[in-house]
């Protein structure tokens, strides 16, 4: 029986050998960390992240990969599930479904201090873990020469620490491929016994998210333990060692000897011994990845509530709630005086919407021209 050609192109199963002679040679990877963390998590043993590149772990362990095809299907930057994914999620533009909008920052005096805007993330992790609803969160640090490290945090202790923006790749879902590898003194603090009854809440770029999401539609492990997907706007995202090297020719400080940048209009640096300095973010055009100036997802419309500053007052946080879920962590945070509204709340949210699909079209097609 003769088969036709769409019906062969369709059994085609594409695996890392696509992925990564179509994503990850070609630079669109953008270092999520999904294809390593649902390969490693099922101790396939094939590949590593090194880097911010995923790779094989050696020759020996390519012959270790059985073709199943989900690193592939997963990667947010292949076209797999798309219309799936918009369909369950009631995505049909490019800012994604939107239930409501929300301008608000913390009541919380010392998240506020070190926060990137309104401390909206920071905040939600933090009454999650107080009202018992999470059992880890999913958030990022610097290491000592401010590289983003992504960890599986299990208190609220470490909050403070993780509050802020890092403008270089933080791999957010690479921690997942050692689920298995939480200690049993930490499940029993919970009071569970198994790894699959942990409750996490994942903070992420718009890619991650969707790279989560992509793996929840196709009930996949490890991406089953997340309960709550926290989006950052995200316009761009800047590759570790250029950047470092463009900001080090600007200052003349090491990332060893700073202490944390931060973008408000334009880019600034501040160093361990509380100098500021600005630099045209235009200067860091060269340290921008190429998978972020082909990116279209400004406000991460696979997740349960995004949080970004465009459209708030300075020290607020827009909040974009895209499901009950949300809605309901929202009002939780504003009920039991976590957040406070702003004095000046959008007052049609329809008008906001298309106000803001004109901005973020106009932002998304200059930065493709860069
Ligand atoms: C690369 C990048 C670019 C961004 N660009 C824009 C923009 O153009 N416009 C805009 O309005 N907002 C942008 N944001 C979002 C903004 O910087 C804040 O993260 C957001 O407003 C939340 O503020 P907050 O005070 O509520 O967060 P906080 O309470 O300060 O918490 C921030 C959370 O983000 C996590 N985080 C920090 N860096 C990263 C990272 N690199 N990857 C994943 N998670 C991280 C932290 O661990 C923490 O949990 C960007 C964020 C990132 C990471
Ligand atoms: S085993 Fe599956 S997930 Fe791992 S590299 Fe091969 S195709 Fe990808
Ligand atoms: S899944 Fe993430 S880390 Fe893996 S190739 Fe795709 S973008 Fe890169
Ligand atoms: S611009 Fe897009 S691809 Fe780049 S980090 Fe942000 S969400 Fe990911």
């Given at each position: 029986?003769?088969?036709?050609?769409?019906?062969?192109?369709?059994?085609?199963?594409?695996?890392?050998?696509?992925?990564?002679?179509?994503?990850?040679?070609?630079?669109?990877?953008?270092?999520?960390?999904?294809?390593?963390?649902?390969?490693?998590?099922?101790?396939f043993n094939v590949i590593k992240m090194e880097d911010f590149t995923p790779q094989y772990k050696s020759n020996e362990t390519k012959r270790n990969c059985t073709l199943c095809g989900m690193c592939y299907s997963i990667c947010p930057q292949t076209d797999t599930l798309r219309e799936e994914l918009n369909?369950?999620?009631?995505?049909?533009?490019?800012?994604?479904?939107?239930?409501?909008?929300?301008?608000?920052?913390?009541t919380n005096s010392s998240i506020e201090k070190v926060a990137q805007d309104g401390g909206i993330v920071t905040t939600t992790l933090q009454y999650l873990f107080d009202e018992n609803r999470i059992d880890a969160a999913i958030v990022s640090f610097y290491d000592k020469d401010l590289k983003p490290s992504p960890k599986i945090i299990?208190?609220?202790?470490?909050?403070?620490?993780?509050?802020?923006?890092?403008?270089?790749?933080?791999?957010?879902?690479?921690?997942?491929?050692?689920?298995?590898?939480?200690?049993?003194?930490?499940?029993?603090?919970?009071?569970?016994?198994?790894?699959?009854?942990?409750?996490?809440?994942?903070?992420?770029?718009?890619?991650?998210?969707?790279?989560?999401?992509?793996?929840?539609?196709?009930?996949?492990?490890?991406?089953?333990?997340?309960?709550?997907?926290?989006?950052?706007?995200?316009?761009?995202?800047?590759?570790?060692?250029?950047?470092?090297?463009?900001?080090?020719?600007?200052?003349?400080?090491?990332?060893?000897?700073?202490?944390?940048?931060?973008?408000?209009?334009?880019?600034?640096?501040?160093?361990?011994?509380?100098?500021?300095?600005?630099?045209?973010?235009k200067n860091l055009d060269p340290a921008v990845r190429k998978n972020c100036l082909n990116c279209d997802d400004f406000t991460a419309k696979y997740s349960d509530i995004s949080v970004g500053s465009v459209g708030a007052s300075k020290g607020y946080s827009m909040i974009v709630i895209r499901n009950k879920k949300g809605q309901e962590i929202i009002d939780d945070l504003l009920n039991n005086n976590y957040i406070e509204k702003s004095s000046s709340p959008i007052e049609d949210i329809n008008e906001w919407i298309e106000k803001k699909k004109s901005l973020f079209k106009r932002m998304i097609s200059i930065k493709k021209k860069k």
């Open positions: 029986m003769n088969e036709s050609k769409t019906e062969k192109k369709k059994k085609i199963i594409k695996v890392f050998v696509s992925l990564n002679r179509e994503i990850i040679k070609t630079e669109l990877c953008c270092a999520c960390g999904a294809c390593v963390a649902y390969c490693d998590g099922q101790d369909e369950s999620l009631k995505i049909n533009n490019e800012i994604g479904h939107i239930d409501n909008l929300v301008i608000a920052k913390t299990f208190n609220k202790e470490a909050l403070l620490k993780s509050a802020g923006t890092r403008y270089s790749i933080s791999p957010q879902i690479l921690p997942l491929k050692d689920l298995n590898k939480i200690s049993q003194e930490i499940l029993m603090d919970k009071g569970i016994n198994e790894v699959d009854q942990l409750r996490v809440a994942f903070v992420g770029t718009p890619c991650q998210a969707k790279a989560v999401r992509k793996m929840q539609f196709l009930n996949l492990k490890p991406a089953h333990v997340i309960k709550y997907i926290i989006g950052l706007f995200c316009f761009e995202n800047f590759h570790y060692d250029k950047l470092y090297e463009l900001l080090e020719k600007e200052t003349n400080f090491k990332p060893s000897d700073m202490k944390r940048t931060f973008i408000d209009k334009k880019f600034f640096v501040q160093t361990k011994d509380d100098k500021e300095f600005e630099v045209l973010l």
